[in-house]
């Protein structure tokens, strides 16, 4: 597993392959279909190595690494696109604040701008992080708790792909195979505050270059963060 890491990441850093180059341009050109593929083998293997610190292998029978990619790739895709929408549209909240308390227009564009420019200020780093707490505070709960869902129908169903594509019960899953202590007292009370706030801030004032590298860096985090609290008793 470490020599797979290894060979995923070492492209990165030999510039005479030309990889890094087209890994960013294909990210600007192609977002979601990127973003399926980066969060589908990144965060998937934080769950394996999540595993592999538990019970000390990377996978095992019904575990489900290929349903477990397919469902990252599609949380990723969603990732992507709440990124898009947090970004655009918390700059523009900040500024319908300011234009009501001053009483005067125009701060939307102003924050807008202040957040894109390239040099690190005070204030990008004060939208950014309010981008951060206002997108993990809104969409991070909704999201983790649809992942805890899939992870436990994945189980239930061995681990198949056949199997993830059954109807999920809901309600089952919710009153009685939900571990809402672990998941509301550590995963979301805990997690979120304590380490994404802080994590999408930074991801937010870094170059869109360097964006992509963190957020999948954070992928691995994140499969890592919920395999963990999954093991937790």
Not at 29 to 57: D, N, Q, S, W
Not at 133 to 162: E, Q, W, Y
Not at 197 to 202: C, G
Not at 206 to 226: E, N, Y
């Amino acid at each position: 597993m470490i020599l797979c890491v290894v060979v995923v990441l070492t492209p990165f850093f030999i510039p005479a392959t030309g990889f890094f180059d087209w890994f960013c341009r294909a990210t600007a050109e192609h977002p979601y279909i990127m973003a399926f593929f980066k969060f589908a083998i990144l965060a998937t293997l934080g769950e394996c190595l999540a595993l592999r610190i538990r019970k000390g292998v990377y996978s095992e029978k019904g575990f489900g690494v290929v349903p477990r990619m397919m469902v990252w790739g599609f949380l990723g895709m969603c990732i992507a696109m709440a990124m898009v929408i947090f970004k655009t549209g918390v700059p523009a909240f900040l500024g319908s604040v300011a234009d009501a308390l001053s009483g005067q227009a125009g701060h939307g564009a102003a924050y807008a701008a202040v957040f894109k420019a390239s040099e690190l200020t005070w204030g990008k780093l004060g939208v950014a992080f309010a981008v951060s707490v206002l997108m993990n505070s809104i969409f991070a709960p909704v999201m983790m708790t649809f992942h805890k869902c899939t992870d436990i129908h994945i189980l239930d169903n061995g681990g198949t792909v056949r199997g993830l594509l059954r109807p999920m019960k809901m309600r089952e899953i919710f009153a009685h195979k939900v571990n809402w202590d672990v998941q509301w007292n550590f995963v979301i009370k805990k997690t979120i505050p304590l380490f994404w706030f802080p994590a999408h801030t930074i991801t937010f004032i870094l170059p869109p270059t360097f964006q992509v590298l963190f957020a999948a860096l954070l992928g691995v985090a994140l499969g890592l963060i919920l395999a963990l609290a999954g093991g937790k008793k």
